[in-house]
């Protein structure tokens, strides 16, 4: 089995399991609460699924792409005349799978700031919450000007067959600060429920639900590091 197969395997199962965790979600409240009680993080779960669907597809296109041309970084950079074409359309699949995943990260955090909000409403604890948020809103505009600016001067060198420098094909200085910023705001997001677990007198049934959401902080903190490629070949 090649790279490419195996990505294809390795994205249906993880497509499939968020499938399934977002239904069930949305299921359950529909039951209990109709369509119109949905509330704004069940739409939002709905948008990241459908960015996600966006990854998920451009991201095995990609792939496709530049096994059928080159499979690797130092091979992208002496790319053959018969495969430019192949490595233009792999190279703008990949510029549209890291919106995907730029997008999906980022809307998974929002719903989470919409929870921590609930959880702490006419507590003092919510102001931290608040500082949280705008931090997370300021994450996903750094990460699109660092999409946009950072991947490759100009931007239309992430599809050239002649790309005017490294950076176009490693986009080492953008994912670098990518990460750093979105590993910097998950640790924020992982101390703050903590630290309300902690300090407040909830029953146990609301320590449950608030130990989940922090389950899913673990979740998206994990996101960076196991989606950040070392270059635009998505493998």
Known sequence: MNETQHLIIESAIWYSIGIVLVGLRLGGQARRYGIQGLKPEDYGMMLA????????????AAAVCFSVGVDSTEGLAEIADNSANLYTEGSKF????????????????????????????GRRAQIAAKILSGYTLLGW??????????????FSGNWSPDP????????????????????????????FPIRLFIQTSYPLKQKIYLSSVFSLGIFVASIPSNTIPSSKIPY
């Not at 699924?49 to 998920?56: A, K």
């Not at 094909?169 to 997001?189: E, H, K, P, T, V």
Request: some cysteine.
């Open 49 to 60: 699924m459908l960015f996600y669907t966006l990854f998920v597809i451009n991201n095995v």
């Open 141 to 154: 505009v750094v990460n699109q000007f660092a999409y946009f600016l950072m991947t490759c001067r100009p």
């Open 94 to 121: 990949a510029l549209i799978a890291e919106q995907g995943t730029i997008n999906t990260l980022y809307l998974v955090k929002g719903c989470m700031m919409v929870l921590y909000h609930r959880l702490t409403e």
């Open 164 to 191: 005017p420098s490294e950076q176009c094909i490693s986009w080492q200085n953008y994912l670098i600060l990518q990460a750093a910023f979105n590993i910097s705001g998950d640790c924020a997001m992982l101390v």
